[in-house]
């Protein structure tokens, strides 16, 4: 093999909207060999798997998009204020189609597995089906919630109706007039539950937590609206470049306690009326998520609209959330109202658990049965690493990528880890924590920085180093401390996940920091990454 060249140079694995535009950088415009892999049997990655009913995006449709296509950047997706998983699909294969990057796209391929040869500085990347190919580098755009959970439920494979999860929704299945049970209210859940509520025949809610939701606000864009748009698109984008979150607005330098109680509930109550789960949090006050009494006032707030929302009092009791307001910010249309009709009824799970899963449907602790014909698993994720696990990825020496997050995941920025030379995450653990589409092209023009760097010193070979990796987890891990983000089980800091290892995934201190951090990086020669021939370093870089 040390004879050979790579097939490849570049080895794109996912073709959502991270492997889509890595795809489309190393590509188009470095002109590299490149050929992305995805198991799906279509363009868009989440956007493919995730046909439930009700799915669309959470962030506004206006910055839920790439930025980089200049030509369409003022042409609003779709007709409403946010995308449906059908016309974000649809825009996605349009991105393919313009920049001409199907033919470099092989789907219904899953990858299995990857080692690294130190002679060559070469990975050999092996298919499902069987294929072994090379490349020097491997870009892996798998996203952070790829891999779906399923709670451990006494008799969860003795259903004999249909049993789904909404991460891989079947095209054919319909829920039009069916008995149908859902397990889970997070993001997802909450969707589905909205959309059900109004074609199932029967929906019943295993709620597990209640959520705090806010209302999205979704509605037909107006032509006033499109035509604004057009005129000030880029004014509007240079601005998610220097926020926090990246979501089309700049968050509040005001804190909650600074104001009356009389203000904080005009500020929440506009904030209400205008939708959008991320302008509520941080849009409002500054302090939301990182002071208890800020975080109680905003609550508290939302608690009450359910008193106010819900006409059932011992369901409004059921569906009051208590606690912190930090885990992913939630919005939807009229989610609180789905519990007023008469076809919706609601499960509290930590006051009845599910005792067992039978061939007919579901029984709760109660003894009651709850018969179903289609249960609906919205229960979650293992982020970030259950879908690399699940891989054999062996690096520098052998070493298995699921051993060196033996003690929990974590990368340099987010991107790269020891021991893995020339692989780079689009969103591993330890990336920043935003709306994706931004976040995906600030990393993925890093990255393909960093690799043309690479190339044209004739340093091919691209490692991060122990201490750079083991600096940026710590790092992550102090900034979480300030945050009730760490504070509460949830996908974001791995809680959700029976045994796995608590650790904040997330680099928590917004977009426009991580943009300077990766700037200050790349300005310092990419300091923390050693760049070098095959085989040049016979020690592990620890510095």
């Known amino acids: 093999m040390a004879d050979n060249p790579p097939e490849f140079d570049a080895i794109v694995i996912g073709a959502g909207m991270g492997g889509i535009y890595a795809l489309h950088k190393l590509r188009n415009e470095l002109g590299l060999r490149v050929r992305a892999f995805d198991r799906a049997g279509g363009i868009g990655g989440t956007w493919w798997w995730n046909r439930y009913p009700g799915a669309k995006s959470d962030s506004e449709g206006l ?12 042409e609003p997706i779709g007709n409403n204020r946010y995308i449906d998983q059908a016309d974000m699909q649809a825009y996605l294969e349009s991105v393919v189609d313009k920049f001409d990057l199907r033919k470099d796209i092989q789907l219904d391929t899953g990858i299995d597995g990857m080692s690294f040869d130190e002679a060559t500085a070469v990975w050999t990347v092996s298919t ?32 004999q109706g249909r049993m789904v999860h909404t991460a891989t929704w079947p095209a ?87 104001v009356s109680a009389e203000e904080r509930r005009r500020i929440f109550q506009k904030a209400w009326d205008k939708g959008n789960a991320f302008r509520f949090m941080l849009e409002t006050f500054s302090d939301i998520a990182r002071d208890p009494a800020a975080n109680e006032a905003a609550a508290e707030f939302i608690r009450s609209k359910v008193r106010e929302i819900v006409k059932d009092p011992e369901t409004a009791r059921k569906l009051m959330p208590t606690g912190y307001y930090a885990r992913r910010p939630i919005s939807n249309e009229d989610y609180y109202e789905s519990f007023n009709r008469d076809n919706v009824a609601l499960v509290s799970l930590k006051e009845n658990p599910i005792r067992e899963i039978t061939p007919n449907g579901v029984v709760t602790e109660d003894g009651a049965e709850h018969d179903l014909d289609v249960l609906v698993f919205a229960t979650g994720f293992d982020a970030f690493d259950g879908t690399y696990k699940k891989m054999e990825i062996r690096g520098r020496g052998g070493v298995a990528l699921r051993d060196h ?44 920085s960093l690799i043309k760097t690479a190339i044209d010193g004739d340093k091919p070979c691209i490692e991060a180093t122990e201490d750079a990796e083991r600096t940026w987890t710590s790092t992550c891990d102090e900034i979480a401390e300030h945050s009730l983000f760490s504070k509460v089980d949830s996908f974001i800091n791995g809680g959700n996940i029976p045994g796995k290892k608590k650790r904040l995934l997330f680099y928590v201190a917004g977009l426009a920091a991580y943009r300077q951090k990766l700037g200050e990086v790349a300005g310092a020669g990419y300091d923390g990454f050693v760049l070098g021939a095959p085989m040049q370093r016979e020690e592990q870089p620890t510095a």
């Open 63 to 74: 910055v839920y998009r790439f930025s980089f296509d200049k030509e369409t950047l003022g």
């Open 172 to 258: 054919d299945l319909r829920i039009d007039g069916k008995r149908v049970g859902i397990v889970g209210t997070g993001s997802t859940g909450t969707q589905f539950i909205c959309a059900a509520s109004k074609t199932a025949g029967h929906l019943t809610v295993f709620q597990r937590t209640a959520q705090y939701c806010v209302p999205n606000g979704n509605r037909p864009i107006s032509a006033e609206e499109r035509a604004e748009y057009r005129a000030n698109h880029q004014k509007i984008w240079d601005g998610v470049w220097i926020s926090y979150v990246g979501a089309g607005f700049q968050e509040s330098q005001v804190p909650a306690m600074s």
């Open 128 to 159: 499902a089906e069987g294929e072994t190919l090379t490349a020097r580098y491997v870009v892996s755009a798998l996203g952070p919630l790829s891999m779906e959970y399923y709670p451990d439920i006494k008799g969860r494979d003795s259903f």
């Open 405 to 448: 997050w033996k003690d929990g995941a974590g990368s340099y920025l987010g991107i790269a880890c020891n021991r893995f030379p020339n692989m780079f995450m689009v969103f591993g653990p330890g990336t920043v924590f935003s709306n994706l589409p931004p976040g995906i092209e600030t990393q993925v023009d890093w990255i393909t």
